[in-house]
């Protein structure tokens, strides 16, 4: 591996072999430009240099290419002099903690976002995607969450991603599966699967008119009926073009049908959907109701959770749902909670035993006193019996009013 300084990455860069942080997180696929966003993340993490095995084959901004292209290759090879590093950007009190306390787990969740990514582009170009990609993604990201399963969970509620949307939802997805499908004590073969089948679910909407799918306002009888199709669309991706186990299939295609019957493409209720299908469902609607769409904000995670139990039986297999509050709890890691003494905190872990009692870390103590991210205390409300959840909270207005 050859390095190359981040500080002399610019935007518009194609590198002819994927690029890495570390080694082997990947940062960037071969042939994709580098954009403003990717080197302003690697600036926020205080990431000092890339590797990789290739060499600039484009920059999309200059005319004069040749020169500049000739100057970066020769700063690939050589060693990179040692420079202080990029100043990270200061964070909202409300920034995710373990963005900054663990980069590592955080750096692991981009690369399989990015890897993810990658296998869309290669979906939507019409390239061969091979299974063992596929596999090698599913086994990085349960080896992920065996190691730093609390991050995990909070990354979906207080990552700040704001691209490679689908990949980000397919990867959110796939971890709150996981987690049901271990609270289920699926044998490990069938987790496996369902992580896969979470990680594609909808790779077929990537085959789908894009002026129906990125549609704004409501959809008509046939624009409908063409976005329903994609469970069909996604079915024949991953079961004729990876070769993937029928199995896996049987996931993607049934994970839009309902409980009761209700749902699509065939209208298949209860236990005759599979296992796999129905974890996945549940998991890709608290997903889609927390993350923004261009057509609404995004939902708290505690208001998400009060709609799935709010279900009765109607969309989602009520042990799948129980499985779900076990892992997440009411007040999902990652949430912004107003405690009855005026404290705000961020939810960090679940007690299994008292889903209305997690643990917090303080953001704003009862004085109005504001903490980095790393000084606020700790607090077991399952042991500490004075404390209550008085109420969720947006993070946004919470760090508008305390910016720092």
């Known amino acids: 591996m050859n390095k190359l300084l981040v500080k002399d990455l610019k935007e518009g860069f194609v590198f002819s ?13 071969a042939g994709i430009p580098l954009r403003k966003r990717d080197i302003a993340r690697l600036n926020f993490l205080a990431v000092e240099s890339v590797e990789t095995e290739g060499k600039l084959v484009d920059n999309l901004l200059e005319t004069g290419t040749a020169e500049s292209i000739e100057s970066i290759n020769t700063k690939i090879t050589a060693e990179p002099k040692k420079d202080e590093p990029p100043a990270p950007r200061k964070p909202s009190i409300v920034t995710l903690s373990e963005v900054h306390e663990n980069k590592d787990a955080y750096r692991s969740y981009m690369d399989l976002i990015e890897r993810l990514d990658a296998v869309c582009q290669n979906i939507t170009n019409g390239t061969a995607v091979e299974a063992s990609t596929i596999d090698d993604i599913t086994k990085r ?6 190691d730093q399963r609390q991050s995990f969970i909070g990354f979906i509620l207080g990552g700040e991603i704001k691209e490679r949307e689908m990949a980000k939802n397919l990867v959110n997805t796939s971890i ?5 499908a271990m609270e289920l004590k699926l044998p490990n073969n069938k987790v496996s699967q369902v992580v896969t089948g979470a990680l594609l679910h909808d790779v077929g909407m990537l085959r789908m008119e894009k002026k129906i799918v990125q549609k704004k306002g409501g959809l008509s009888p046939e624009e409908l009926k063409h976005i329903q199709s994609h469970p069909l669309h996604t079915y024949n991706i991953v079961t004729k073009e990876m070769s993937l186990p029928e199995n896996v299939g049987i996931i993607v295609f049934q994970h839009h049908e309902r409980w009761d019957g209700e749902g699509y493409p065939r ?6 959907i599979d296992i796999g299908a129905r974890i996945v469902s549940v998991a890709d609607a608290f997903e889609a109701m927390v993350s923004k769409k261009p057509y609404r904000k995004s939902m708290l995670g505690y208001h998400a959770m009060k709609n799935l139990l709010s279900d009765n039986m ?16 009411i007040y999902p890691i990652g949430s912004i909670v107003l405690l009855n003494n005026g404290a705000i905190a961020r939810v960090v872990k679940v007690m299994p035993v008292a889903a209305l009692r997690p643990r917090i870390k303080i953001l704003v103590d009862e004085s109005g006193k504001v903490f980095k991210h790393d000084e606020g205390a700790e607090i077991d409300l399952y042991a500490e019996k004075s404390l209550f959840i008085s109420k969720a909270m947006d993070p946004k207005e919470v760090s508008a009013k305390y910016a720092q």
């Open 17 to 29: 072999a994927p690029v890495y942080i570390d080694g082997n997180n990947l940062f960037i696929p």
């Open 141 to 146: 990201l349960l080896q992920a969450i065996r």
């Open 314 to 329: 109607r969309s989602f297999d009520p042990n799948v749902i129980r499985a779900f509050i076990q892992t997440m709890g």
């Open 176 to 180: 709150l599966s996981a987690l049901m």
């Open 267 to 272: 209208g298949t209720a209860g236990q005759k």
